[in-house]
């Protein structure tokens, strides 16, 4: 696992199904200073792997809205679309390790079966054919890892983990980790929705021969019912890129940040300096809730 005192880089990586909201802004502002403020470089990956699920215009919208707030990377955008031959040689690798196997089974079989894989699957008695989903053998195994903000985590791995999906896409915890390793992340700042994740994503780290990054989970912002975290799904309004200043100024209060009001009024690069300069993790407020 690497420490602060290590080369810092770290990477905001949004999937472009939809214009920023706040929630994403507060992800990727937090991700921003902590790199920043570790002397780090931070970098913007475009998850742009599932193009059913994406909308048109949505990359080149979370492009303006970063560049707006001052959230500029300090490299190239990576492009996932453009990585497919990269993914796919990485699978030829696991399959000569014969750490693969192709899988028919749909989700609902596989909780009914309780939880687990398809044994015959599980066996290779079926050969991969264009509707099979293909799996890394990884039930079973148990990750340990000390988060930034969520403290100690033991994740138990259910279910083997679907690398490639049975519509012949490339699956999301495949290509997150192979990127995560190939520029060289160092530190995975996120939104606790990924939490859960973050133990299969270790071990494939392991597996392809890599030490696992940090990780850290910052508070997830709850849309209006408390309940959920705001999502395109509740209709969370899309960041407003004409006050840019204001909106950092909302997010670092949500992250424990209260600057003087003021601030609201200076340039973002000014609000960005002013908030790396004063980052503390142990000062980020780590409760889910809704802004305000
Ligand atoms: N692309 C993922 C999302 O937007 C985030 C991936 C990650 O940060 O690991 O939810």
Excluded at 196 to 210: D, N, P, V
Aim: glycine share 10%; proline share 6%; aromatic share 6%.
């Amino acid at each position: 696992m690497s420490t602060d005192t290590d080369r810092y880089i770290g990477r905001f990586a949004p999937s472009p199904t939809g214009p920023l909201h706040f929630g994403s802004l507060v992800c990727a502002l937090g991700s921003y200073l902590d790199a920043v403020a570790h002397g780090g470089q931070w970098l913007v990956r475009m998850e742009d792997l599932d193009p059913p699920r994406e909308e048109p215009g949505a990359a080149q919208r979370i492009l303006h809205t970063l560049q707006a707030h001052g959230l500029h990377g300090h490299g190239p955008v990576l492009w996932q679309s453009q990585r497919h031959a990269r993914y796919d040689a990485v699978l030829q690798q696991l399959r000569e390790r014969q750490l693969l196997y192709p899988c028919h089974c749909s989700r609902a079989q596989i909780r009914s079966n309780g939880g687990h894989d398809n044994e015959r699957c599980r066996a290779g008695q079926f050969p991969a054919d264009g509707a099979s989903a293909l799996r890394l053998h990884s039930a079973g195994a148990s990750e340990t890892f000390d988060d930034l903000w969520q403290g100690p985590q033991t994740q138990q791995i259910r279910e083997d983990t679907i690398l490639k999906r049975r519509d012949g896409l490339y699956a999301y915890q495949l290509a997150v980790v192979v990127d995560d390793i190939d520029q060289g992340i160092t530190h995975i700042v996120r939104g606790a929705d990924l939490l859960e994740t973050s133990g299969a994503q270790q071990l494939l780290f392991r597996t392809l021969g890599a030490a696992p990054p940090q990780f850290g989970h910052l508070p997830l912002v709850m849309g209006p019912d408390g309940h959920q975290k705001l999502s395109k799904q509740n209709h969370a309004p899309a960041v407003d890129d004409s006050h840019p200043a204001q909106n950092l100024y909302s997010a670092l209060a949500f992250l424990g940040f209260h600057a003087a009001a003021e601030l609201a009024g200076e340039a973002p690069e000014h609000i960005l300096k002013w908030a790396a300069a004063r980052w503390q993790r142990h000062q980020v407020n780590t409760r889910n809730r809704q802004p305000g």
